[in-house]
């Protein structure tokens, strides 16, 4: 497996100097390092991962004989929104603990990552991973809304601060790109009509196209453009002959790809169309997705079939409960909770542009500590409380505490604790999570879009399966920009997926994630510039001129693994269960936990582990 290359720390380094980036917030210099700021590979960024990989294959030597150089009441392995949360509800509990928080990143805050770009004196923010709040009205539990609340966070706030009508405003619609490899010719498809879950926008706001319009521009067959035309009106019912529990039971274990093939009667162009545009929500292409899902997410084919539809707030509550960082936010708003004096302010708006004082994470004259850098490689129960180590800038220490919580990723925690039943241990190992690539691109003008009348794209089958202007959020005194003429930053997902339709989608995440890895930062940028040039040149976008710098956010272990009717059965409940029992004085949290990747998910999980381990 490859790290950042010497070339790829130059190209990074040149890319952003040229850009006009400020070099002091570029580079992490001893007196304070600032981790925000810094572009090129991020994410799991090397030095992150390596050691993990050395205990996952045995490398790591025993312990049992470092000194004990620390003790705390209690030890969290991940400073993600999960171990942040855990922290804070545990201190709530026991105000005079002393906590300290190991993770393995330079930054806190796990997925909810916060990239930041400088570009002529002017602050521009991105997400590098976990970005919103997924439906808080209705999906947020009283746990979950009670901690945003001490922390300050309205979610009606988002209601003013996301402006849903300034793209539609400037007559911008959602578009579709097919590339020429696999329809003949590159072609931008503008005005696309389809509502998607997790919409931002909604009925009203699409600058839509009538179907018919929209699909004649497709670069398919004519028989082709029929059956989608027919599939997006609806008026057949592809199933007249089952009941409505028949009709459930094949969504759920037919793929939607095999569904619009094998039940609705279309061509394999028509299922193409599709292919990839269930990468960004599930990790899974419409290969590995079930059609019930499918139909869920909003996508054609299932409205004749008569089924009964229920309120799903994924669908019915819009997607706006954004920072301008993403969920970075909530991450900094704990992490200024549990480190007075880290940043100054007290509210949801003054979090956006808070400097954060990263040299006061980890001081022994606090109750709280932060340790990055840090990877856990063991965690053992003692008859007195837990025995923890660690490496950190490649030396080992040894830590002891009353309590623990693995907030880590689900797959690692039976190597960092062999005490565990092999149930158990088998059962964490089942959470395979898919890998992902948020890259965010600071660009000089969005003046192309605008030519081009878009402000977001889906590619089914290109390496980047979407692209698009970033959310329109102002807060505080943040302002994001209103005129094409501002620079703004592009957010690029890709999710390494082969077409592999017998593929169990673990066996798939597994493959997907070795191909992250051994890609170099100049592979993703050359990925980039050669996407967004086919894209968006029509408009008159050059990368060599357009593009000011760019951040790969690379999560070779990404979304945690959701259950999937094609490949597991009842009996996942169960194993879920037993992934999360606690084991002596340690509990494990994480999204990994609920197997879901949510913020209210982690949310959730820390509060539960914080109560197993106070009972």
């Known amino acids: 497996m490859r790290g950042v290359t010497r070339r790829d720390f130059l190209n990074g380094a040149a890319l952003t100097i040229a850009a006009g980036l400020t070099p002091a917030m570029q580079f992490a210099n001893a007196a304070e390092p600032y981790p925000p700021a810094l572009t090129g590979l991020r994410g799991h960024h090397a030095g992150s991962f390596e050691t993990a990989h050395d205990m996952r294959d045995g490398k790591i030597p025993r312990l049992d004989n470092l000194p004990v150089e620390e003790r705390y009441d209690l030890v969290v392995v991940g400073a993600g929104i999960s171990g942040l949360s855990a922290a804070y509800f545990y201190r709530k509990a026991n105000p005079a603990a002393r906590i300290l928080i190991l993770d393995n990143h330079d930054d806190f805050g796990g997925h909810a990552k916060r990239n930041e770009f400088t570009l002529n004196r002017r602050l521009i923010l991105g997400y590098g991973g976990s970005e919103s709040l997924q439906s808080p009205k209705g999906l947020f539990s009283a746990t979950a809304k009670g901690l945003l609340k001490d922390l300050s966070v309205d979610p009606a706030r988002f209601e003013t601060a996301f402006e849903r009508k300034l793209y539609p405003s400037l007559g911008l619609s959602r578009g579709v790109f097919f590339q020429r490899e696999d329809f003949g010719r590159d072609a931008l498809v503008t005005g696309d009509p389809q509502a998607i879950m997790a919409d931002d926008l909604g009925p009203g706001l699409l600058n839509a196209r009538g179907i018919r319009d929209f699909v004649a521009d497709f670069p398919v067959s004519a028989e082709s453009k029929a059956q989608l035309t027919a599939l997006y009106e609806e008026t057949r019912d592809p199933l007249p002959d089952k009941s409505h529990e028949e009709k459930t039971a094949l969504l759920e274990r037919t793929s939607y790809s095999d569904y619009l093939v094998n039940v609705c009667g279309c061509t394999p162009e028509v299922a193409k169309c599709f292919y990839g545009r269930t990468l960004d929500f599930t990790g899974l292409s419409a290969e590995q997705v079930p059609a019930a899902f499918a139909r869920e997410m909003g996508f054609p084919g299932f409205a004749a079939l008569g089924l009964p539809t229920h309120d799903n707030p994924e669908r019915t509550e819009p997607y ?281 998910s982690a949310i959730d999980e820390a509060d539960r582990a914080v109560r197993e381990l106070l009972r």
């Open 320 to 600: 706006i409960y954004h920072f301008p960082d993403g969920n970075a936010s909530i991450a900094r708003l704990l992490v200024r909770a549990l480190i007075p004096g880290i940043a100054r302010g007290k509210t949801m708006d003054d979090i956006v542009l808070a400097r954060f004082n990263y040299g006061r994470l980890d001081r022994p004259d606090q109750r709280v500590r932060i340790r990055l850098d840090s990877t856990a490689i063991n965690v053992r129960n003692t008859q007195s409380g837990v025995d923890i180590a660690y490496v950190r800038g490649g030396k080992a220490a040894r830590i002891q505490a009353g309590h623990c919580v693995l907030a880590c990723f689900n797959m690692v925690i039976p190597y960092l604790m062999p005490e565990l039943s092999q149930p158990q241990a088998r059962a964490l190992q089942e959470n395979v999570k898919a890998p992902l690539v948020y890259s965010k691109v600071l660009v000089r003008n969005w003046r192309p879009w605008m030519k081009l009348g878009v402000h977001e794209i889906s590619a089914p089958t290109s390496f980047h399966c979407r692209v698009k202007l970033d959310y329109p959020v102002s807060l505080g005194r943040y302002r994001h920009a209103r005129d094409p003429s501002e620079p703004i930053c592009l957010h690029l997902v890709h999710v390494p997926n082969d077409s592999n339709p017998g593929l169990e989608a673990r066996n798939q995440f597994r493959i997907g994630r070795m191909k992250l890895l051994d890609m170099t930062f100049a592979d993703f940028e050359a990925r980039i510039r050669g996407d967004l040039d086919r894209m968006l040149g029509a408009g008159g976008f050059s990368s060599a001129r357009d593009i000011a710098a760019i951040t790969v956010n690379r999560w070779s272990h990404g979304y945690s693994y959701a259950a999937n009717s094609l490949f597991d059965g009842p009996e996942h409940e169960a194993v879920i269960e037993r992934a999360r029992q606690p084991a002596g004085r340690v509990t494990i949290a994480n999204s990994d936990a609920a197997w879901d990747a949510y913020a209210h």
